[in-house]
Structure formats: structure tokens, C-alpha cells
T-cell receptor, first 114, second 111 residues
Framework: AQSVSQHNHHVILSEAASLELGCNYSYGGTVNLFWYVQYPGQHLQLLLK??????LVKGIKGFEAEFIKSKFSFNLRKPSVQWSDTAEYFCAVNADNYGQNFVFGPGTRLSVLP | DSGVTQTPKHLITATGQRVTLRCSPR?????VYWYQQSLDQGLQFLIQYYNGEERAKGNILERFSAQQFPDLHSELNLSSLELGDSALYFC??????????FGPGTRLTVT
């Protein structure tokens, strides 16, 4: 079965620091990849998605992610975080033979200190 | 606000009971997904409906069932509840594949 791992359970950064959250998946075929964010007390929101084409994907709020097929990775980056980026971040994968089934990673909690 | 509504917000019930969670998708979205989020299992896909028909099944227990009605709202039925079913249950609606809008969730506590 496909699985998704996220490298860090909890990341603490100061404002203006750069961010990289790791995401790796286990499936070797065609995949579609997503990052979602859940701000405290709010619902999950889509940050960005990758289906095909340019492996560097830009999302909302200055986030981007890079798909590296050889490493089965889809890491999320932001050059300079803000206090308002404090949230939980989830990576999700949909593999071609899983149809509509989305597999989410366990999440990484990001705390940005002002 | 994603436009997806879920009721109730909180639900406290006893083991062995049955509950129904309701989800109203965004206007025009035909697809509804259900997820369970617990501390130990993370966010798990349960089931998906598209225009009233079941499209995909994930890690949904046999004690759980769902349906989507002609007006496109969906209900998730959980029966013979166990302590381990305590979790946040999210639904998401989707206008097209790959794009999901999540509701605020229903927090279920089984005592």
C-alpha cells in the first residue's frame, strides 16, 4: 500500500527564517501530489498541487514545492516565514491505481516565533 | 470559509450507539469525500461519493456507511461505536478531481 511520510513532527522557526518541510511517498508509479495547510481552529486548505509538467510548483501565500521523482519526494518550501504561517501542514498523494483515494501524511506542525 | 458545512460540530455519545454526521457540499460540487482524523492514525480517507454514487473506498470500517442524497448532501453513519472511533470527521467537496474544499469537521467523542 502506498504511504506518505513527513520528516518532522514539529518545526519551530523564527520569523524571516526559511522553511523546508519534507515529504516522501512510497509509490513508484504516476502520482499526483498535494500540500494542505490547517491553521489553528480552521479547516484544511489546499496550498498547492502537482499533476504533471514543471516539477517546481508555486502555491498560495508564497509557498512552493519541488517534485523529485527519483527521490519520491515533494518538499514544501518558503523563503521567509511569518508568524501567520503557524499551522499544521499535510502532504497528500494520489496514485494512479488508487483512483480517488488520497493518502495523507501524518502532518508537520510549524510554529513561527515572532 | 470553504463553503462546506458539517453538522453537528461536536457530538458526545456512548459506546455501542449509532450517530449520523451530515455534510453539505459547496454549491455545484458533485463529489464528497469523508475523512477521519485521529491522533494515532492521522488523516485517513474513508469514502467518496460522486453525484449520489459511491466512487472510492478507503479505510472505512464495516460498522460505518455513507450515502449521498439527490440534493448532494452526504451523511456518514457510524454504528456500534467504540472508544477508538473518537476522532474528527471531515468531509470535503470537490468541483473537479484534485481540488478538495474541506469542511470544519465534526468532533466525535465516544465515552
Amino acid at each position: 500500500a502506498q504511504s506518505v511520510s513527513q520528516h518532522n513532527h514539529h518545526v519551530i522557526l523564527s520569523e524571516a527564517a526559511s522553511l523546508e518541510l519534507g515529504c516522501n511517498y512510497s509509490y513508484g508509479g504516476t502520482v499526483n501530489l498535494f500540500w494542505y495547510v490547517q491553521y489553528p481552529g480552521q479547516h484544511l486548505q489546499l496550498l498547492l498541487k502537482y499533476f504533471s509538467g514543471d516539477p517546481l510548483v508555486k502555491g498560495i501565500k508564497g509557498f512552493e514545492a519541488e517534485f523529485i521523482k527519483s527521490k519520491f519526494s515533494f518538499n514544501l518550501r518558503k523563503p521567509s516565514v511569518q508568524w501567520s504561517d503557524t499551522a499544521e501542514y499535510f502532504c497528500a498523494v494520489n496514485a494512479d491505481n488508487y483512483g480517488q483515494n488520497f493518502v495523507f501524511g501524518p502532518g508537520t506542525r510549524l510554529s513561527v516565533l515572532p | 470559509d470553504s463553503g462546506v458545512t458539517q453538522t453537528p460540530k461536536h457530538l458526545i455519545t456512548a459506546t455501542g450507539q449509532r450517530v449520523t454526521l451530515r455534510c453539505s457540499p459547496r454549491s455545484g460540487d458533485l463529489s464528497v469525500y469523508w475523512y477521519q482524523q485521529s491522533l494515532d492514525q492521522g488523516l485517513q480517507f474513508l469514502i467518496q461519493y460522486y453525484n449520489g454514487e459511491e466512487r472510492a473506498k478507503g479505510n472505512i470500517l464495516e460498522r460505518f456507511s455513507a450515502q449521498q442524497f439527490p440534493d448532494l448532501h452526504s451523511e456518514l453513519n457510524l454504528s456500534s461505536l467504540e472508544l477508538g472511533d473518537s476522532a474528527l470527521y471531515f468531509c470535503a467537496s470537490s468541483p473537479r478531481w484534485g481540488e478538495q474544499y474541506f469542511g470544519p469537521g465534526t468532533r466525535l467523542t465516544v465515552t
